[in-house]
Nanobody, 121 residues
């Protein structure tokens, strides 16, 4: 019913920048919160940043001041601008959205397939 597709990952040198995108499509009536999570090898998945339907945002302490989350509500798209990247930012980045579909009366969580971000010299 709902698909989330991430793009924009890749290999970047320390100090560099990347911009991730997440496009949501399908039987979407509305989207509440959207967020980015990441999972490094051998570690649990962690929250990177979240943005509520308006403009409220929340960031992990490790990315504050370096990453910026934003969304285009008209196009059901979310972005993550990542600056001053560090090797410890290396992970698979996942998009998450709380979606109300047309056939339902409650919000459900959906996940993208993930995009690899590697920060290395």
């Amino acid at each position: 019913q709902v698909q989330l597709v991430e793009s924009g990952g890749g290999l970047v040198q320390p100090g560099g920048s990347l911009r991730l995108s997440c496009a949501a499509s399908g039987s979407i009536f509305s989207i509440n919160a959207m967020g980015w999570y990441r999972q490094a090898p051998g570690k649990e998945r962690e929250l990177v940043a979240v943005i509520i339907s308006g403009s409220r945002t929340k960031y992990a302490d490790s990315v504050k001041g370096r990453f910026t989350i934003s969304r285009d509500n008209a196009n059901n798209t979310m972005y993550l601008q990542m600056n001053s990247l560090k090797p410890e930012d290396t992970a698979v980045y996942y998009c998450n959205a709380e979606v109300l579909v047309y056939s339902s009366s409650r919000y459900y969580d959906y996940w993208g397939q993930g995009t690899q971000v590697t920060v290395s010299s």
